[in-house]
Structure formats: structure tokens, C-alpha cells
T-cell receptor, first 113, second 114 residues
Framework: DQQVKQNSPSLSVQEGRISILNCDYTNSMFDYFLWYKKYPAEGPTFLISISSIKDKNEDGRFTVFLNKSAKHLSLHIVPSQPGDSAVYFCAAGSGAGSYQLTFGKGTKLSVIP | SQTIHQWPATLVQPVGSPLSLECTVEGTSNPNLYWYRQAAGRGLQLLFYSVGIGQISSEVPQNLSASRPQDRQFILSSKKLLLSDSGFYLC?????????????FGNGTRLTVT
């Protein structure tokens, strides 16, 4: 049972345009969410996070939106750059002393020059 | 600066053979350490985590075990590999729990069990 779903395995976007990566979750106990980016032959690196008390968090070109009622979050990248081409993983966790993060399968973003 | 080393990068092992994957962290003390696996078509799955030397928590019952003989060393082992153990194994560390500090991953080991 997938508790974190990234339904788009891949996404292609033109350079300079907006990239929108989506993530849905089913567990209402999740109270914080993260996005990680992974280049080939490297481990994932942390990108941005959001707590359930917020509905938006912004860091430079990256913005994460959280819609708790829909159990949906999205990562917006504006403007998209060729160096953003990577696999993006959505992850979710619940506080209360847990060390567990539940990851989605990832979405491969290709930014076309 | 902190760095994490994980080796080997790729490994091909026959069914029934033992396994030992090693991970070391530099530049930080008493990190939380993690082993994750990504099987084909699946998301990253937490296998083990450790909050201190000799302290191992298992998240998923399986054919694998983990040990932390030193503060910054984390080892993933198996006595007899199964075909289902194939996957991409990632070691990671964090300063605090994942809700308060990000995970820092190694470059991973691609394990193929034949």
C-alpha cells in the first residue's frame, strides 16, 4: 500500500518555463513533507520541506505547496533550468519521535534547453 | 564539512552468498545513521536506523542485519542473499530526527543478486 504517490514517472519542460511536480499521500498522520533531488550515480539531496501548519514554503526558485484537505503537495520550479533535470522524490513523515520517512517512487524531470 | 562514504558502488553476488556493505561519515559526531533500499519500481524504504553505537532499530523484517561498531560507521550485512535482496542501497545520516534535519545520503550501492 503506497502511502506516498508520485503518479507521474516523468515530466518534460522547456527551459525557462514552470515545472510542477505532484505528490499525493493517504496517511493523515503525516505532518511534515520533504522533496529530495537525485542526479544519476549520486544519492538524493535535500531540496525543500514544509510542515503541515503551513500551506506554502519558498526557497529561491523552488516553492512547495501543501493542500491538507486534498492530501496533496506540489513542487514548483520557476524558471526551470537544464541543471534541474533529475529525479525528484517526495517524502513524508509524522513527528512524535519517528525516524521513518515514507518516500514516493520519484518523478524524472527533464528540462529541455 | 561533513562527508559520507559508501562502498562499493556496484556489486553482483550469487544467491546464498554473504553481503557486507559499509558506510562511514566524516566531519560530524554522534550522527543518526540509516540504511535505505530502493527496489525496482518502488520508493526508498527505510531498512534500519541507529541513534548511537550498538543501537539498531529495524523497520522491516527481512534477510538483512545492520551493525554500528563505531560512532560513524554503519554496516549492512546478510549471511545468505536472496534474489529479492537486489536493489539500490543507500546509507544516510542526519543530525537530528528527519522532521528536524534533512537526511544526507551517500551515492549508493547497486546490488544485483543472480
Amino acid at each position: 500500500d503506497q502511502q506516498v504517490k508520485q503518479n507521474s514517472p516523468s515530466l518534460s519542460v522547456q527551459e525557462g518555463r514552470i515545472s510542477i511536480l505532484n505528490c499525493d499521500y493517504t496517511n493523515s498522520m503525516f505532518d511534515y513533507f520533504l522533496w529530495y533531488k537525485k542526479y544519476p550515480a549520486e544519492g538524493p539531496t535535500f531540496l525543500i520541506s514544509i510542515s503541515s501548519i503551513k500551506d506554502k514554503n519558498e526557497d529561491g526558485r523552488f516553492t512547495v505547496f501543501l493542500n491538507k484537505s486534498a492530501k496533496h503537495l506540489s513542487l514548483h520550479i520557476v524558471p526551470s533550468q537544464p541543471g534541474d533535470s533529475a529525479v525528484y522524490f517526495c517524502a513524508a513523515g509524522s513527528g512524535a519521535g519517528s525516524y521513518q520517512l515514507t518516500f514516493g517512487k520519484g518523478t524524472k524531470l527533464s528540462v529541455i534547453p | 564539512s561533513q562527508t559520507i562514504h559508501q562502498w562499493p558502488a556496484t556489486l553482483v553476488q550469487p544467491v546464498g552468498s554473504p553481503l557486507s556493505l559499509e558506510c562511514t561519515v566524516e566531519g560530524t559526531s554522534n550522527p543518526n545513521l540509516y540504511w535505505y533500499r530502493q527496489a525496482a519500481g518502488r520508493g526508498l524504504q527505510l531498512l534500519f536506523y541507529s541513534v548511537g553505537i550498538g543501537q539498531i532499530s529495524s523497520e522491516v523484517p527481512q534477510n538483512l542485519s545492520a551493525s554500528r561498531p563505531q560512532d560513524r560507521q554503519f554496516i549492512l550485512s546478510s549471511k545468505k542473499l536472496l534474489l529479492s535482496d537486489s536493489g539500490f542501497y543507500l546509507c544516510a545520516w542526519s543530525v537530528l530526527r528527519p522532521d528536524n534535519s534533512p537526511l544526507h545520503f551517500g551515492n549508493g550501492t547497486r546490488l544485483t543478486v543472480t
